[in-house]
């Protein structure tokens, strides 16, 4: 397991990538984190290839109308811990193996870190969609400099054994 640090904890507040109040239609590997932005990807005609969410909005349980579509979307399902502002050694495998072929995990615990694998193991061109508070979605275009932006990230991070 790997944990954030407090000087990560106020770099990452700051968003990844571009943010957007509105989203479309996508084509390619789309990659959701969070229920927010799942939802909304879904809603604007795009349903993403991976789905990463917690059932949660701002630490509180999501709507029934956002559950209720996110249950709905048929694929393969895996099922994580992942405890607050830590990266477990399982979400890894399990966003590698849900990046094969149209998955979702759900996580017990929370989701917001898992941005940072599923941008290092997603392969170049895909695009990752997740929510910025009060503020709207942010989107991450894979490539190999923003991979190693965030490989030093993860690098910094506090392992725990």
């Given at each position: 397991m790997i944990r954030l640090t407090p000087r990560l904890r106020k770099i990452l507040k700051k968003p990844l990538g571009k943010i957007y109040?509105?989203?479309g239609?996508?084509?390619g590997k789309i990659i959701a984190v969070g229920d927010i932005a799942a939802y909304e990807l879904i809603r604007g005609g795009t349903v993403p290839t991976l789905i990463i969410y917690d059932n949660k909005v701002k630490r509180k349980p999501t709507s029934k109308k956002i559950k209720r579509l996110l249950d709905?979307?048929?694929c393969d399902t895996y099922k994580i811990r992942n405890p607050r502002s830590t990266i477990q050694e399982d979400a890894w495998?399990?966003?590698?193996?849900g990046l094969r072929r149209k998955s979702k995990i759900i996580v017990s615990g929370e989701e917001d870190l898992l941005v940072l694998p599923a941008v290092l193991l997603a392969k170049n061109g895909s695009l990752i969609f997740y929510g910025q508070p009060n503020r709207g979605m942010v989107l991450i275009k894979v490539n190999a400099k923003k991979k190693r932006e965030i490989?030093?990230?993860v690098d910094e991070m506090e392992v725990k054994l």
């Open positions: 109040r509105k989203v239609r996508y084509k709905s979307i048929r495998i399990v966003i590698e193996e490989r030093k990230l």
